[in-house]
């Protein structure tokens, strides 16, 4: 198979015509490179039709073109095929004028073949891409060709787009491999595949040659999912399968702690001749959930300290570039954080790349609606909504199956989940439905089990039938401390009722807030924003819980990074992440690393101390830490040592007998708390561990922002047209001191074959446009800003400067150079 990925030479233009034209524009093309999320590309708008749930973004309908070369050998011997990763929402690929093909959902990607539509030469391909039914989601979608879009030529028989599926146990990689082509073949025996398995120093280690039968049958809707098609199965279609295994002696372990992949190489010969070839990654690894331990990985028990995550990567909307994700997951990893839910639908696949490679248990989950459309409230919306559920009963089997087919030899998955607080877990007879796709789950991948997030257990007036959550494997719990006494009982209830039932958190609230934003009083319309010195309290009761009761396999925080949509104006993002829309951390991100992360001592101090306060006033101090005792100076006095409570132990061998030293406890919450009368100056915590001290921490009134400090991610960069470079501008004082409440304007440059997509602040009512580069603010001393390469050679120089009557904050630059 030849293959390219069609990331330049593209134009587009958002149609404003009469929706139902379905020819493209004559004029309006503009240059843009994919992945592209054209509603990052214009201003945000109370009045825009996606609402608050959309982030008040641009949606509409967009037209993509691009023309394509064929040659004449192509025609003759190859099958010509777009495969599109994810369009949202409800594309439409016409070629040389003819419709070709389409697709519905924008998170599960399609093909289409376009061999009979091509011609030798210069061919033009159009993408018609409908947004325009909104509100259409309860969060940020991004509207266009939001993942990458490639060409292949391959031959007519070749292994199936998802033809290959993976499992490991006790040392055998189990390898199950399905070839398509488009004609069931008779009398030909040619046909053989080579295995080689490689350890991820590129040593072979194993390897195994099948010689094929000729078993070709006609295939049936599956197959055509395998394919990755989008139309009806085509009668043409054959396929042939074969399975074998291959036995490795002592193979190292895949977990979140040594993330191990191994390398598959399947090749596929006629007459000694390759025709196909593929690569995958292996992790051999086993994976439990048991109703009294929870969860358990190669025999180990594992808590899963989980956080939920949306598709949005802020400033580039829908259209993540992968190094995104890699930043974003590396501080993630640093936070303790060893699972992750795509929330609430099929990811980018680069992402669960990363998951595998960086070591994180994940939760991929198909659907956020099932046939009852949800109340989309939340984000001021003004009209009617819209959602999956219009296209439900036309497009779930195909989506489910997709999502599975695509998916299943990712190591790292541990849990489907078919559905996020869907309405019909209270309706008689909605177990029918999860009946129905838990069976395409378990037929498809009986390896795993098959989660739901639930939403209304326990819940007033309606609440979720056993009848229902007792055809789910593992049960998944949202906001489990919501209703009545079980905002102290948590789980104890159901347990005493349900002891056969595994259990896990699917959604829980987080301590974030806005960064660096340091209220002092309960906002009552904010469901994120609470003040900082309580944020931890309730959701560190839960964290107590599930840390010390196996049977929750654990839990996962809603959310772990800010996301687009689900706002009320001026707000067009939720703040209740540990990151921001920026990937900068939040005082809630240390909270999280006290906890869950306790390689490296540490200790952390909030608030910043440039509070405009009356000297004398009285504030409390937090401190997250996970050492066993801290002390708190300011300006040099102590004001005591505090010890937290938990984990608290008992007794051991004997009677009056600890095995650790029983410290005396000042609080049983999982942070530390001084109250403390302000004054300017510098506040500073000793951490001790074992009696010594092993770390510190200060915080300092600053002086006035004097300038800017620059730094980016990588000094070098493929001309790819593609890879980003991260920037991270902070504030400082004459000190170097970060300033924490400068909010100045900024003015950002880029010279050489380069492109600023991006620019943040991390500020959830910043309105902004994430391309302009001029006038820009800071947002409590920090910004941030991507840029991609172009596909020339030489260097990239980013210029920061102060922009305005913040002039004299000076100019700071970056060069990078562009292999």
């Known amino acids: 198979m030849e293959k390219y990925r069609l990331h330049t030479g593209w134009t587009f233009c958002l149609d404003e015509r009469n929706e139902k034209e379905e020819t493209a524009p004559s004029e309006g093309f503009r240059a843009v490179t994919l992945p592209h999320d054209w509603s990052t590309d214009y201003p945000f708008d109370p009045e825009s039709d996606t609402c608050g749930s959309g982030g008040y973004a641009k949606a509409g309908i967009g037209w993509y073109q691009r023309t394509i070369t064929i040659s004449e050998n192509d025609i003759k011997s190859r099958q010509i095929i777009l495969y599109f990763e994810g369009v949202y929402m409800k594309s439409s690929v016409f070629v040389n004028g003819t419709y070709a093909g389409g697709h519905i959902y924008g998170y599960t990607p399609f093909e289409v073949d376009i061999t009979a539509l091509v011609h030798e030469g210069e061919n033009e391909i159009l993408v018609r891409v409908d947004n325009s039914m909104q509100p259409g989601s309860r969060w940020y979608s991004g509207s266009g060709i939001t993942r990458d879009v490639w060409l292949e030529k391959r031959h007519p028989i070749h292994i199936a787009r998802y033809g290959m599926y993976l499992t490991t146990d006790e040392g055998n990689l189990n390898i199950s491999t399905t070839l398509h082509t488009s004609e069931c073949m008779k009398n030909d025996d040619s046909l053989s595949l080579n295995f080689v398995l490689k350890d991820n120093d590129g040593a072979e280690i194993a390897k195994k040659n099948i010689e094929l039968k000729n078993d070709w049958m006609e295939a049936d809707l599956d197959a055509a999912i395998l394919s990755g098609m989008d139309e009806d199965v085509p009668k043409t279609l054959c ?123 994940v939760m991929d989950e198909a659907f956020d609606e099932w046939r009852l459309m949800k109340a989309k409230e939340i984000g001021s919306n003004t009209h009617e909504s819209h959602g999956y559920s219009m296209y439900f009963d036309a497009c779930h089997e195909w989506d489910l199956k997709t999502m599975l087919y695509r998916d299943r030899n990712h190591p790292g998955i541990v849990l489907w989940s078919i559905g996020n607080e869907i309405p019909e877990e209270v309706v008689v007879g909605g177990e029918e439905l999860a009946v129905e796709l838990s069976g395409y789950c378990h037929t498809i991948d009986p390896t795993r089990k098959v989660t739901l997030a639930h939403d209304q257990i326990a819940a007033e007036p309606y609440s979720a039938r056993d009848a229902f959550m007792d055809k ?199 942070f530390l708390s001084w109250d403390v009368p302000y004054e300017p100056g510098k506040i500073e915590v000793v951490g001790y561990h074992d009696g010594k001290e092993v770390c510190c921490y200060n915080v300092e009134t600053t002086g006035e922002a004097a300038a800017i400090k620059l730094t980016v991610d990588k000094t070098s960069v493929d001309a790819d047209g593609r890879s980003v470079v991260q920037a991270e501008i902070r504030i400082v004082d004459s000190k170097g001191r970060i300033v924490l409440d400068a909010n100045p304007q900024l003015d950002f440059a880029l010279e050489g074959d380069g492109e600023i997509i991006g620019i943040d602040n991390g500020d959830p009512a910043c309105h902004e446009q994430w391309k302009e580069t001029k006038g820009r603010h800071a947002f409590n001393g920090m910004a941030y800003a991507i840029i991609r390469a172009g596909q020339t050679t030489g260097k990239l120089k980013l210029t920061v400067s102060g922009a305005g009557k913040d002039a004299s904050l000076g100019t700071k630059t970056a060069v990078i150079e562009q292999k």
């Open 472 to 670: 789910i494997d593992v049960v998944g719990y949202n906001y489990v401390g919501r209703w009545r006494e079980r905002a102290e009982l948590l789980y104890d209830a159901d347990r005493e009722e349900h002891l056969d039932r595994c259990v896990i958190g699917t959604e829980n609230p987080s301590a974030g807030y806005i960064r660096s934003d340091y209220n002092f009083e309960v906002d009552p319309g904010s469901f994120w924003n609470k003040p900082y010195y309580t944020a931890a309290v309730t959701v560190g009761k839960l964290l107590r819980y599930t840390m010390v009761h196996d049977f929750v396999a654990g839990d996962y925080m809603w959310t772990g990074i800010d996301y687009l949509g689900e706002a009320n104006w001026p707000q067009r993002s939720a703040g209740c992440g540990c990151l921001d829309t920026c990937g900068f951390e939040k005082d809630a991100f240390y909270f999280y690393k006290s906890v869950w992360n306790q390689k490296e001592k540490f200790a952390y101090l909030c608030p910043h101390w440039n509070l405009k306060l009356e000297k004398g006033t009285v504030l409390p101090v937090i401190c997250y830490t996970n050492c066993e005792d801290a002390e708190l100076f300011v300006n040099g006095r102590s004001f005591g040592v505090k010890s937290k409570g938990f984990p608290c132990y008992g007794m051991t061998e004997r009677y009056g007998h600890f095995d650790r030293y029983r410290r005396p406890a000042n609080t049983d919450d999982l």
């Open 239 to 361: 396929q042939l399968q074969t399975s074998l295994s291959i036995q490795v002696e002592n193979p190292v372990l895949w977990d979140h702690e040594t993330p191990y992949l191994y390398e598959l190489t399947t090749i596929l010969k006629k007459n000694d001749t390759v025709i196909d070839e593929r690569t995958d990654k292996v992790g051999f690894r086993n994976i439990k959930f048991d109703a009294k331990k929870g969860f358990l990985i190669n025999g180990k028990h594992v808590k899963l300290n989980g956080v939920c995550l949306h598709h949005d990567g802020g400033c580039v909307g829908a259209a993540v570039p992968p190094e995104i994700w890699r930043r974003r997951l590396e501080k993630l990893k640093d936070m303790g954080v060893n699972s992750v839910r795509c929330s609430h639908n099929p990811p980018d696949e680069a992402l669960l790349d990363l998951c595998d490679e960086l070591g994180f248990y």
